[in-house]
């Protein structure tokens, strides 16, 4: 059983922006910078403060844009798109959470959509701890049972969630990675 500490949790749909139902990236990145950085984010709602800075480096669905906007808060951010579940817990055993995306929509055995972010913060051997920035998933039928709520350190088995992470076969998931610069 690994748990990070992350206590900071963001929720995207009380941003104040007009980005809200599509920021689920950003809402995610802002929760890893707090936890590496406790001071680089203030106020409960400070993903908003730092979907500004995502921004002026592109749109908030954009991996360049993510890692530009990291880094200008002191963290070096990597992208992959070869995510294993084997590299997801090395992370975590290495203390460090990880922005992971996946296809939300449609049943775990045939995933659809344009993709969904959230920060993986633990494991207990049969599910993946996540801050769901948008709510609680159905991770067998896809879709939202609570939106807005219900997010913060939700369980998803990792027999489901796999399915909607590696949709391209075995490792081919898509995370990123958090280091303080």
């Given at each position: 059983?690994?748990?990070?500490?992350?206590?900071?949790?963001?929720?995207?749909?009380?941003?104040?922006?007009?980005?809200?139902?599509?920021?689920?990236?950003?809402?995610?990145?802002?929760?890893?910078?707090?936890?590496?950085?406790?001071?680089?984010?203030?106020?409960?709602?400070?993903?908003?403060?730092?979907?500004?800075?995502?921004?002026?480096?592109?749109?908030?669905?954009?991996?360049?844009?993510?890692?530009?906007?990291?880094?200008?808060?002191?963290?070096?951010?990597?992208?992959?798109?070869?995510?294993?579940?084997?590299?997801?817990?090395?992370?975590?055993?290495?203390?460090?959470?990880?922005?992971?995306?996946?296809?939300?929509?449609?049943?775990a055995t045939a995933p659809t959509?344009?993709?969904?972010?959230?920060?993986?913060?633990?494991?207990?051997?049969?599910?993946?701890?996540?801050?769901?920035?948008?709510?609680e998933l159905d991770n067998t039928?896809?879709?939202?049972?609570?939106?807005?709520?219900?997010?913060?350190?939700?369980?998803?088995?990792?027999?489901?969630?796999?399915?909607?992470?590696?949709?391209?076969?075995?490792?081919?998931?898509?995370?990123?990675?958090?280091?303080?610069?």
């Amino acid at each position: 059983m690994v748990l990070l500490p992350v206590k900071q949790y963001y929720a995207q749909t009380d941003s104040a922006t007009g980005h809200g139902g599509r920021m689920c990236f950003s809402s995610t990145c802002a929760m890893a910078i707090k936890y590496l950085l406790p001071d680089a984010l203030k106020g409960s709602n400070a993903d908003d403060t730092y979907l500004k800075t995502v921004l002026k480096y592109g749109d908030t669905t954009q991996a360049t844009a993510q890692i530009k906007a990291c880094a200008q808060y002191g963290i070096l951010a990597t992208f992959y798109t070869t995510g294993t579940k084997q590299k997801l817990l090395f992370e975590l055993q290495q203390g460090y959470p990880v922005a992971t995306g996946i296809l939300h929509h449609g049943p775990a055995t045939a995933p659809t959509g344009g993709g969904h972010y959230m920060l993986l913060i633990g494991d207990d051997g049969a599910k993946g701890i996540f801050h769901d920035p948008y709510g609680e998933l159905d991770n067998t039928n896809g879709g939202y049972v609570k939106v807005g709520a219900g997010g913060m350190s939700v369980r998803y088995s990792w027999a489901n969630w796999l399915k909607r992470w590696e949709v391209d076969g075995p490792g081919t998931g898509w995370f990123m990675t958090f280091r303080k610069q």
